[in-house]
């Protein structure tokens, strides 16, 4: 079929196969040869070239450097000799701001918490290999750990833990609609809009929802907190913090440095 000159079609059809061109995805040269001799024309980059509005847009959202939240799980009951250690270690709780906490802020160390430090250090050390996955010879270990208590009306107050690469919660007893909510770290943002709704990109808290023996890590300086306990319960975790141990860095950086945790 012989293609007429550009001078001689008139708008209608000029139109018409631009929008085909654009419509079929073709590219530019094929564009040019169906409507010969039309390129540079301001109608033409202005039709084939601009950004498409409406549903038919192409476009995609990614997500950058993301912030991990591992979820794993106990995988059976806590025994008997476990939870009356939890019930000794609560006998006696100190004031933590809106709930209660044990003394004792090395639960893991004591003999009775053994199993159950050693099913933590596997979880740490999963989170750990999945989210560094470095070749230095090093770990992250379970440094301090306790208990926290919050019943009706109680809550604990958003917060992070210094001295900690990361920290993790085990759930001993919780309520129906239990869950640890994480906040934004909105301190720099200078400006305030009303989400219509909430996504990715702008909510300003998650609610993480936990059931009885769930463990959750996460990056120690992730604001996080509990909301007011509505039930009729004593709401019970036993949370750690960790920090390196072994061998980080490069010796020919000369920023090698080996830590021993006690």
Avoid at 77 to 90: G, N, P, Y
Wanted: hydrophobic share 35%; aromatic share 10%.
């Amino acid at each position: 079929m012989r293609i007429r000159p550009w001078r001689q079609r008139n708008k209608e059809q000029i139109w018409s196969i631009r929008a085909a061109c654009c419509q079929i995805g073709a590219d530019a040269e094929l564009c040019i040869k169906l409507l010969y001799h039309a390129p540079g024309s301001k109608e033409w980059h202005h039709h084939c070239f601009a950004p498409k509005k409406g549903p038919d847009m192409k476009s995609e959202m990614m997500n950058l450097f993301a912030t991990p939240l591992y979820r794993g799980s106990l995988e059976r009951s806590f025994s008997a000799v476990e939870r009356d250690f939890f019930q000794q270690s609560l006998s006696d709780p100190v004031r933590a701001i809106g709930n209660y906490s044990s003394r004792n802020k090395h639960i893991l160390d004591a003999p009775p918490m053994q199993a159950l430090r050693e099913i933590l250090q596997a979880n740490l050390d999963n989170y750990f290999r999945t989210v560094f996955d470095t070749s230095n010879e090093v770990t992250l270990q379970i440094t301090q750990s306790w208990l926290t208590l919050s019943r009706r009306g109680e809550s604990h107050h958003p917060h992070t833990h210094p001295n900690s690469i990361a920290s993790g919660v085990i759930y001993i007893n919780v309520a129906p609609e239990d869950g640890i909510n994480f906040l934004r770290n909105d301190e720099y943002v200078w400006y305030e809009l009303m989400r219509k709704n909430d996504n990715y990109y702008n909510a300003s808290s998650y609610l993480i929802n936990t059931r009885l023996g769930d463990i959750i890590i996460f990056p120690s300086n992730v604001k996080h907190g509990v909301r007011e306990v509505k039930d009729d319960i004593e709401r019970v975790s036993l949370s750690f913090n960790s920090f390196f141990s072994g061998d980080m860095g490069r010796e020919d950086f000369s920023n090698a440095i080996h830590l021993q945790l006690k």
